[in-house]
């Protein structure tokens, strides 16, 4: 069965940097994109950034430029690499693959950005 465990959330300071990681098991990791979503407070989930198996990726609007996805495939784990934290980043960060149909969520971690 497909289990993700995400980690490396916390409280930081407008400006600040984060990485969140994602360690996966029960399937084969490297057959699989992999992506970021986050849900902020009374928001629906939105998509934060994707990577394909061959590391090939893509970002929500909001994220370009600041934010940078990566896995290691031997690893079985991907990551999210935040910089330059804004307020709306506030929110919990889960990781999922890329299939259909969809995994169940894990936990997430929580990322708040503060003053």
């Known amino acids: 069965q497909a289990r993700v465990v995400e980690s490396g959330g916390g409280s930081v300071q407008f400006g600040g940097s984060l990485r969140l990681s994602c360690v996966t098991s029960g399937f084969v990791f490297n057959h699989y994109a992999m992506s970021w979503y986050r849900q902020a407070p009374s928001q629906a989930r939105e998509l934060v950034a994707s990577?394909?198996?061959?590391?090939?990726?893509n970002y929500a609007d909001s994220v370009k430029g600041r934010f940078v996805i990566s896995r290691d495939d031997a690893r079985n784990t991907v990551y999210l690499q935040m910089n330059s934290l804004e307020f709306e980043d506030t929110a919990v960060y889960y990781c999922?693959?890329?299939?259909?149909?969809?995994?169940?969520w894990g936990q997430g971690t929580q990322v708040t950005v503060s003053s």
């Open positions: 999922r693959r890329e299939v259909r149909p969809p995994d169940s």
């Open positions: 990577i394909s198996r061959d590391s090939r990726t």
